[in-house]
């Protein structure tokens, strides 16, 4: 089936902009987090959320970064007042809960953030 | 912190085998060793896994020292599409948790 889909792939804010990503998880996935990756380094986690929960926000680097998934299906992740900092490429990615506990984690393309 | 060591970037010939390890000394009793992958401007895609038997799967081998404080992903015969940064990643497996990546080692396949 479909993979993890982000939208848009690209977007070019203006400092102190507001912006909106968008993750679809895979269908049924229970779990769905959030990593935010600079250049050259690894991804590092932002939020997650099992369900509409969101079970750890210990990641977001500050209030002006916002995560929901009203439904536990469609989640979105809010930057106010965006800054030359925030620019990066941010990931989503799901996996389901077994009876053994979640295991991989299946990411999606990720949103290009260029903040100018 | 992330707790393992890889080099930052390794070259191979094509057709060759790619060798990349991984060091995790700290290593608890209940963590596995996980590898991922993340080929340019894709989000990272995982390859395989281990706790302390070898492994093997249609992408790649993974070798795990005695004392599990060492590891070895084997790419058998690398092609061009294998070029990507490679994350060794240690995790406690079936916890629904964040994964802690560290910067991974940047394998160059060369024609």
């Known amino acids: 089936g479909a993979g993890v889909s982000q939208s848009p792939r690209y977007k070019v804010a203006k400092r102190g902009q507001d912006v909106a990503l968008r993750c679809d998880p895979i269908s049924g996935h229970v779990s769905l987090f959030w990593y935010q990756q600079a250049l050259g380094q690894g991804p590092e986690f932002l939020t997650y959320?099992?369900?509409?929960?969101?079970?750890?926000k210990s990641g977001l680097p500050s209030d002006r970064f916002f995560a929901e998934r009203p439904e536990g299906s469609v989640s979105t992740l809010k930057i106010q007042r965006t800054q030359q900092e925030d620019s990066a490429v941010y990931l989503c990615a799901s996996s389901f809960v077994t009876s053994g506990g979640a295991d991989t984690q299946y990411f999606g393309p990720g949103t290009r953030l260029t903040v100018l | 912190d992330a707790k393992t060591t890889q080099p930052p970037s390794m070259d191979c010939a094509e057709g060759r085998a790619a060798n990349l390890p991984c060091n995790h000394s700290t290593i608890s009793g209940n963590e596995y060793v996980y590898w991922y992958r993340q080929i340019h401007s894709q989000g990272p895609q995982y390859i395989i896994h281990?706790?302390?038997n070898n492994e093997t799967n249609e992408m790649a081998s993974l070798i795990i020292t005695e004392d599990r404080k060492s590891s070895t992903l084997i790419l058998p015969h690398a092609t061009l599409r294998d070029t990507a940064v490679y994350y060794c990643?240690?995790?406690?497996?079936?916890?629904?948790?964040?994964?802690?990546f560290g910067k991974g080692t940047r394998l160059h396949i060369l024609p």
């Open positions: 959320f099992q369900n509409e929960a969101q079970l750890d």
């Open positions: 281990g706790l302390k």
């Open positions: 990643i240690v995790r406690v497996r079936g916890r629904d948790d964040k994964i802690i």
